[in-house]
């Protein structure tokens, strides 16, 4: 069974990407970082087999952004709000994944959507070690399943599974992945996965301090 692929990102300027990078980053190489993630994500997602690829953004897309993609903007209001925009744009079973875990690999995406597909699972959840979480899936997407929800706190993935129980939807746990909001998880996404475009412009920016320094 294929699925939409959905990634949900903000388009990486400076002075909006990623500012709790900012200190110890600049604002130009936390959008720089942000760029590579993106990036990344974005050519994981297309190796992976479905019948849609969208991006759902803030903002407007760049170079960055490869081929077989569609682009749609994300709805007004806050995140559980536009969580629930960008499942409404799909039809039938929908994998989405932000852009805070760039060593997303095809073998795990497409676990998560056999999961979907081995009629057991309504859903599959992703955690991430912040307490958030990095992919959620949905054989019948309903604005249900975000509204109303804290979120980007260190409970939101409690909050998110309770939301599904509440809602009798079965579900099933992909692995912990690390998101990369602070730099200490910059750095270590980047010695776990040292092959990502993330991984070298993070090597890069390093390397512009040794300089100055």
């Known amino acids: 069974m294929n699925a ?6 903000k388009e990486p300027v400076p002075g909006r990407s990623k500012t709790r990078l900012t200190p ?4 130009e190489q936390a959008a720089a970082l942000a760029e590579a993630a ?3 994500t974005l050519e994981t997602v297309a190796r992976v087999a479905a019948r849609r690829r969208i991006l759902v953004l803030d903002g407007s897309p760049g ?10 903007p994300q709805t007004e209001g806050g995140l559980d709000k ?16 932000g852009m805070d875990s760039p060593q997303i690999t095809v073998d795990l995406l497409e676990r998560a959507v056999e999961l979907l597909g081995e009629g057991a699972n309504d859903a599959v959840l992703g955690p991430a070690e912040d307490g958030g979480w990095w992919a959620i899936g949905l054989t019948e997407p309903s604005p249900d399943v975000f509204l109303g929800l804290p979120m980007s706190t260190d409970e939101t993935c409690t909050a998110q599974i309770a939301r599904l129980e509440s809602l009798c939807l079965s579900w099933a746990e992909l692995p912990t992945l690390r998101d990369f909001d602070l730099i200490e998880d910059a750095h270590a996404v980047a010695s776990e996965n040292p092959d990502l475009r993330f991984s070298a412009c993070l090597r890069e920016i390093e390397a512009t301090w040794t300089a100055a320094g």
């Open 4 to 9: 939409d692929l959905l990634v949900i990102a």
């Open 24 to 27: 110890p980053l600049m604002p």
């Open 38 to 40: 993106l990036a990344d």
């Open 63 to 72: 170079p960055w952004l490869p081929s077989g993609f569609e682009v749609a």
């Open 82 to 97: 536009r969580l629930a925009g960008a499942f409404s744009a799909t039809r039938g079973p929908a994998l989405l994944v």
